[in-house]
RNA sequence: GGAGCCAUAGUAUAGCCUGGAUAGAAUACGAGCUUGCGGAGCUUGGGACCGGGGUUCGAAUCCCCGUGGCUCCGCCA
């Protein structure tokens, strides 16, 4: 248990008699006292005065020795904690030691990213892939097994249309990378609105990729390559792999037994123009899951794939994280998936987030609307790189400013709330001051340099100064900011967290000098404070996927 | 037509689930600090809860009615 729980166990503990049901908050402000417990229930209970009341609970603990806090302060309808050097000095040294949490386990799916193939992978994407990425390394925190696993979208319709592109359209360049595929879409999309007939040749190329037609599915593997050689090059830049890589494709065959079991349990049925429906009315809107001409769609393959998912994992817990436009569609699947009465149907969850959003609007492949990930992520690490002032060799500067763009860009979205739309912006995503990865970064080398420079031991003494005591105030939340944002599946709280701690540490930094500090005492606890400092940082960083250079 | 999400300084945001003190940071703007343990920093000033009801000792937070934006609603994913 960390020094944080305890203490609030202590509280609470002492309050037994005093306070019914104590609610303990941590103070924004920890001059007041690093905890609070308001008496206003209590007191409208007892029909007293909560001034009153909280004055004479805090004499009543004033009486008796506690071990973390020192003494209590009443202050209209709250009583304040005072916490003990002993919380400060127990809270900074439990950083040191890397603490595993205990294997609970349990695993856990987390399905993300999820590009179609033949579309382009735009800043879009960025939510999804990062946000599924940092979800699961909270949770490998805590004690679960996790599996990344990755879901293309291989074969829909869009797939279709590319390829009769390819067959259509002759007069355009030969297919070298994404963007070409992109210029073939937005033209496929132009001749089909012209010339219905169109259509119907898509729809018959669906049905041959399904069936294995040897000549489509040849014309369908250079789509796959292209597309997954730039998927590749954006995971590579944003250091993200994957414990297990789905198609859509891998689902045709077993997706369709799904469709004869929700029929044989009349939970489907056939529509006089031939399409099969799920019935899910009136809880929810029905649902397609089979097109007339016998074809799978998104939500069949997606069937399969729960379905696969439980039997090779027999996961505890299952997420999907897609943007928010399909949270209807994933109620229904839910549904449909507990209609069917499957085991796993309970653990099976979906997470909505918020659209990235242009200027101009929504992005939109087939209007050409859209902005690659990998040229903003590159043209960060560019605006990085003409940051750094310094003189270092190539080697160097390449990784300096990599970290630093990449970090920026992974930052500046994991420290919005998941549910709010982003508007786009490379000159906001991409900004080195204030309220940035970059500021973490930098506050974090600067810590480290002091380290560098002394053989003398890191121990905490008493901590006598208002900055120090705020340091450690804050270092000594970082384990139950960790647990919150697991257990919420949040990435928000942890940057807000690591923000504070930097703004903390640079006030700490510029007014308690370290290495010329008066006594040993006082430099071996401001080199605790520095160190627990540089622990927690590493830690949170690398929770949510950035890495920090050695100097910037 | 029906449903969901969102609304906080000029801009972009935290707090809302689980109601508590003077709504917290950032950026931009104003004023200061610099040969340092690295200024991508520190100190400091002014500036915000969409509107209207309700519940409550207490509402940014919960409920209702509006307004505005985004999204979804059978053969896209």
């Known amino acids: 248990m ?20 104590p609610q303990v908050i941590i103070n924004k402000d920890y001059a007041l006292g690093l905890f609070a417990v308001p008496v206003f229930q209590q007191a409208k209970n007892s029909k007293t005065n909560p001034m009153e009341l909280a004055k ?3 004499e009543a603990l004033n009486k008796k020795k506690h071990v973390f806090f020192e ?6 309808g709250y009583i304040n904690f005072h916490v003990s050097q002993h919380y400060y000095q127990e809270a900074v040294t439990e950083l040191f030691e890397e603490k595993k949490h205990k294997k609970n386990n349990k695993t856990a799916v987390i399905e993300f990213s999820q590009p179609n193939v033949g579309k382009p992978f735009h800043v879009g994407h960025i939510r ?17 097994k996790v599996v990344r696993m990755n879901y293309y979208g291989d074969s829909g319709s869009q797939v279709a249309k590319l390829i009769l592109a390819m067959q259509e359209l002759k007069d355009l360049p030969k297919i070298k990378n994404e963007k070409d595929l992109l210029a ?18 898509s729809r018959s190329i669906l049905e041959k990729i399904e069936s294995g037609d040897s000549k489509v599915l040849k014309e369908l593997k250079l789509v796959r390559e292209k597309s997954y050689e730039a998927f590749n090059r954006n995971y590579a830049l944003l250091g993200i792999k994957f414990d297990e890589e789905l198609g859509e494709s891998d689902f045709i065959e077993k997706s369709k037994t799904i469709v004869k079991e929700c029929l044989d349990k009349k939970i489907a049925k056939i529509e006089p123009g031939g399409e099969t429906l799920a019935v899910l009315e009136p809880e929810l809107p029905n649902l397609v899951i089979l097109r007339s001409n016998g074809t799978t769609l998104y939500s069949t393959r997606d069937l399969a794939l729960a379905e696969y998912k439980y039997k090779k994992y027999a996961f505890d817990y299952s997420l999907i994280l897609t943007s928010s436009e399909q949270n209807l569609y994933f109620k229904q699947v839910i549904l449909l998936l507990n209609k069917l009465k499957k085991p796993f149907a309970e653990k099976y969850n979906h997470s909505g987030f918020g659209l ?3 200027e101009e609007g929504k992005m939109s492949s087939r209007e050409g609307r859209v902005v690659f990930l990998e040229d903003v992520l590159n043209q960060a690490v560019d605006l990085a790189r ?28 994991l420290r919005i709330n998941a549910e709010k739309n982003i508007a786009f912006s490379l000159k906001k995503i991409v900004s080195f001051e204030g309220d940035t990865g970059a500021y973490i970064q930098y506050t974090c080398v600067r810590a480290k340099n002091i380290l560098r420079k002394t053989k003398e031991e890191a121990v905490i003494h008493e901590l006598n100064n208002s900055e120090s005591i705020k340091l450690a105030c804050t270092l000594s939340q970082f384990h139950s900011i960790i647990e919150q944002c697991a257990e919420n599946k949040q990435t928000q709280p942890l940057c807000d967290y690591l923000l504070k701690l930097s703004a903390d540490y640079s006030e700490f930094y510029s007014k308690q000098p370290v290495l010329k500090a008066e006594s040993k005492q006082l430099m071996q606890t401001n080199l605790a404070l520095t160190k627990a400092t540089i622990q927690v940082i590493e830690k949170g960083l690398k929770l949510l996927g950035i890495n920090i250079p050695e100097r910037m």
């Open 71 to 76: 003494k209590t302060t009443p202050l209209s």
């Open 386 to 413: 003409q940051q750094i002032k310094e003189a270092y060799t190539e080697k160097e500067l390449m990784k300096i400013s990599h970290h630093v763009g990449i970090g920026s860009v992974k930052f500046a979205i």
């Open 356 to 358: 990235i959003t242009l």
């Open 128 to 144: 999804s892939t990062i946000l599924g990425d940092v979800v699961s390394n909270l949770l490998e925190e805590i004690g679960w």
């Open 2 to 21: 960390t020094t944080l729980k305890k203490t609030i166990q202590e509280i609470t503990t002492s309050l037994k008699g005093l306070v019914e049901d």
């Open 184 to 201: 073939y879409y937005i033209e496929i999309h132009k001749k089909i609105e012209e010339d219905p007939s169109l259509a119907e040749k």
């Open 56 to 58: 004479k609970v805090s």
